[in-house]
């Protein structure tokens, strides 16, 4: 049978998993999103998927918060063990995700996640929140879906959307959008927190 794209993703990142972290260790593309949910927050369990080289995990800690790191790709687990740090495999399309959390942020991953498989995806979300909780997510902004070669020469199946797609899809499984942060827009990437409907527990 042949591998699903996000099999195939994940092979790529397998191979090139110390380049990238090298690469991402000093970026901070998302820090503002992250320190902006850490102060909305305040404390309690974070579930990270795809939290690859840790960084975004590290500031999360670093504010306070207690941080689930988890994977698909075992180079990142083995990078992050490596670090001192506990890291769980988790495949967000087929395993169950735990919960309830405070919080789960997914940076970088979701455009990996074939169109078919994000209400599925986004429903685990929802359901691993307790009500009022929070959900950070980031997209590249575009359209359509297909498969890029990186500078690696390694190839990495995209699915774009739109911000109006991203909010609707978010709406749709009981995720009400509460801010965006589009101060990164210089490659195009938006986050966006929304909250669990619900009150506050």
């Not at 902004?141 to 911000?163: F, K, M, P, V």
């Amino acid at each position: 049978m042949e591998p699903s794209a996000n099999a195939r993703t994940v092979e790529s990142y397998e191979a090139i998993a110390a380049e990238y972290a090298q690469e991402t260790a000093d970026s901070g593309v998302l820090a503002g999103a992250l320190a902006r949910l850490s102060e909305t927050v305040g404390a309690g369990r974070v579930l990270e998927i795809g939290s690859g080289p840790g960084w975004d995990a590290d500031r999360l800690e670093d504010s306070g918060l207690t941080v689930r790191r988890t994977d698909v790709t075992q180079a990142f687990i083995d990078l992050q063990r490596a670090r001192g740090k506990d890291v769980d495999r988790l495949d967000v399309i087929s395993d169950d995700l735990g919960g309830p959390y405070e919080a789960v942020v997914m940076l970088h991953v979701l455009q990996h996640v074939e169109p078919k498989d994000v209400p599925a995806v986004l429903n685990k979300v929802a359901d691993a929140l307790r009500p009022g909780a929070c959900f950070l997510v980031s997209i590249p902004r575009g359209e359509g879906a297909g498969w890029e070669i990186g500078e690696s020469g390694r190839q990495y199946y995209r699915a774009l959307r739109s911000t109006e797609e991203l909010l609707d899809a978010l709406r749709g499984v009981g995720l009400e959008p509460e801010w965006t942060d589009q101060s990164v827009d210089d490659d195009g990437w938006l986050a966006v927190m929304a909250r669990r409907r619900g009150p506050a527990s």
